[in-house]
T-cell receptor, first 112, second 113 residues
Framework: GENVEQHPSTLSVQEGDSAVIKCTYS??????FPWYKQELGKRPQLIID?????GEKKDQRIAVTLNKTAKHFSLHITETQPEDSAVYFC???????????FGSGTRLQVQP | NAGVTQTPKFQVLKTGQSMTLQCAQD?????MYWYRQDPGMGLRLIYY???????DKGEVPNGYNVSRLNKREFSLRLESAAPSQTSVYFC????????????FGEGSWLTVV
């Protein structure tokens, strides 16, 4: 099955700085890579996703890049704000089960 | 629309007791999932149902059973609870398995003592 590794496990930045979270995956046939944000005590919610036929996708302050050759993808948050503080999960779709396999999560803390 | 609704929100069980977590979605989705979330381990797939009438094992199925009762409902049963099953359980659904957005329920906090 798919294996997704996510780094770092915790990340602290100053408000206004950029934050980058990186994930690697094992299944070279995986073709769908979403990112979820989970605020404390809340449910995970999709913030952005990318498919394997695209190298980069942006949505305002958030961007995701995908390197299929290296089997890694990254989340970039620019001009971070305190409300960006949360746990972020990357995921990849397992082509066997066709269900999402999640990374272990990154706790992002944005210091005002 | 309520989205994905799961019950109970909190439960304390004694080792060996059984219980069922209930989940229902009102988005007419074909696929449903049960994940567990443990500190430092992310979200791990327990079981999933690609469509009504089908269920499949995920990464960590041992100690659990599921029932896809109809298109709306997907329940998770712990037959003999163990402390290792203390976790937060999330039910989720998506239109189908082919890369669509997964919508999560609010979570069920289960403690086994």
């Amino acid at each position: 099955g798919e294996n997704v590794e996510q780094h770092p496990s915790t990340l602290s930045v100053q408000e206004g700085d950029s934050a980058v979270i990186k994930c690697t995956y094992s299944d070279s046939a995986s073709n769908y890579f979403p990112w979820y944000k989970q605020e404390l005590g809340k449910r995970p919610q999709l913030i952005i996703d990318i498919r394997s036929n695209v190298g980069e996708k942006k949505d305002q302050r958030i961007a995701v890049t995908l390197n299929k050759t290296a089997k890694h993808f990254s989340l970039h948050i620019t001009e971070t704000q305190p409300e960006d503080s949360a746990v972020y999960f990357c995921a990849a779709r397992d082509t066997g089960r066709r269900a999402l396999t999640f990374g272990s999560g990154t706790r992002l803390q944005v210091q005002p | 629309n309520a989205g994905v609704t799961q019950t109970p929100k909190f439960q304390v069980l004694k080792t060996g007791q059984s219980m069922t977590l209930q989940c229902a979605q009102d988005m007419n989705h074909n696929s449903m999932y049960w994940y567990r979330q443990d500190p430092g381990m992310g979200l791990r797939l327990i079981y999933y149902s690609a469509s009504e009438g089908t269920t499949d094992k995920g990464e960590v199925p041992n100690g659990y059973n599921v029932s896809r009762l109809n298109k709306r409902e997907f329940s998770l049963r712990l037959e003999s609870a163990a402390p290792s099953q203390t976790s937060v359980y999330f039910c989720a659904s998506s239109e189908n398995l082919s890369g669509n957005t997964i919508y999560f329920g609010e979570g069920s906090w289960l403690t086994v003592v």
